[in-house]
């Protein structure tokens, strides 16, 4: 079974901090990707890997970096949390098997005061 | 505009009845549809994938069904459970199945 973690199921943070949330994959996926899930606007895409070192922008990068530096591990960082940042954050990943099923790890709760 | 609209946006049924959730979407060129379910407090697990050649999936009592001309897409949970209450997301993957589209989900309550 594919097994994604990620460091912190529930965070608080205040605004202006630095903030890193970080997700393991343990089956050896190219592709990596973090998601912010808000009440009625579904999944949206930050930031998604395809590679150690590569990282590409999705929808909604602003405000949010992301660091690579080994093939199971991918960060998200906040540089200087805002509250407008306060959401769920879900990291998936995704092999190239054709299946074309990402696994979400358990999401990370973080309110920004 | 690739979009992906599900409905209803929340549904109570009782328990050990059927119900169906819709999905469609205007997503090009299509790839594969997928369903969601996202226990509350937890990250979305697959139920179904279905390619454009597919019209039906099913995994126990979750049924998926695809309609590629008129582009929709619907889940039959069957025979209702209580652990069956959850958001079920609906997504549609494009451009060679690595870029996705996220429906907002449908809430599902069973009630006892």
């Known amino acids: 079974d594919v097994k994604v973690t990620q460091s912190s199921r529930y965070l608080v943070k205040r605004t202006g901090e630095k903030v890193f949330l970080e997700c393991v994959q343990d089956?050896?996926?190219?592709?990596m990707f973090w998601y912010r899930q808000d009440p009625g606007l579904g999944l949206r895409l930050i930031y998604f890997s395809y590679d150690v070192k590569m990282k590409e922008k999705g929808d909604i990068p602003e405000g949010y970096s992301v660091s690579r530096e080994k093939k199971e591990r991918f960060s998200l960082i906040l540089e200087s949390a805002s509250t407008n940042q306060t959401s769920m954050y879900l990291c998936?990943?995704?092999?190239?098997?054709?299946?074309?099923?990402?696994?979400f790890g358990p999401g990370t709760r973080l309110t920004v005061t | 505009k690739n979009q992906v609209e599900q409905s209803p946006q929340s549904l109570i049924i009782l328990e050990g009845k059927n119900c169906t959730l819709q999905?469609?979407?205007?997503?090009?060129?299509?790839?594969?549809l997928r369903w969601y379910k996202q226990d509350t407090g937890r990250g979305p697990v697959s139920l179904t994938i279905?390619?454009?050649?597919?019209n039906t999936k099913s995994n126990g009592r979750y049924t998926a069904t695809l309609d590629a001309d008129t582009k929709q897409s619907s889940l039959h949970i069957t025979a209702s459970q209580l652990s069956d209450s959850a958001s079920y997301i609906c997504?549609?993957?494009?451009?060679?199945?690595?870029?996705?589209?996220f429906g907002a989900g449908t809430r599902l309550f069973v009630k006892a």
């Open positions: 279905m390619t454009f050649s597919e």
């Open positions: 089956m050896d996926h190219e592709n």
């Open positions: 998936a990943s995704l092999g190239t098997g054709g299946t074309y099923e990402q696994y």
């Open positions: 997504v549609v993957s494009h451009t060679g199945g690595f870029k996705t589209i």
């Open positions: 999905c469609n979407y205007t997503v090009s060129p299509f790839s594969n």
